[in-house]
């Protein structure tokens, strides 16, 4: 079961959709990372959603793996809580891209 969304996650999953519908954002075919290892259809990425169209396209494989990587982040006392905290993909590790197999 998926946790319950911010009304800022739903709006940029909204704005994606409605963009890619009208044609003025395209999906690819393939993912950002394309290592050879991807798996799963391609999906819209948010790194902030206070810019919705600003979007990393990855595989579900990969896409999973930033978000596992950012939960790992996470101090283990925010990681239990249930509140809800958002870090930027660029605060993360540098390394973050070799340790999901993109590097």
Do not use: F
Not at 49 to 54: A, G, H, T, V
């Amino acid at each position: 079961m998926r946790k319950k969304e911010t009304a800022e996650v739903q709006r940029a999953h909204r704005i994606v959709t409605n963009a890619i519908k009208k044609g003025e954002l395209v999906r690819p075919d393939i993912c950002s990372m394309a290592d050879g290892h991807c798996n799963g259809p391609i999906c819209a990425h948010h790194e902030d959603y206070s810019k919705p169209l600003d979007v990393v396209w990855l595989c579900n494989k990969h896409h999973r793996g930033v978000h596992a990587q950012k939960r790992r982040s996470l101090p283990k006392a925010l990681s239990n809580s249930k509140k809800h905290y958002s870090i930027r993909l660029t605060d993360l590790d540098a390394d973050w891209l070799t340790a999901l197999g993109g590097g």
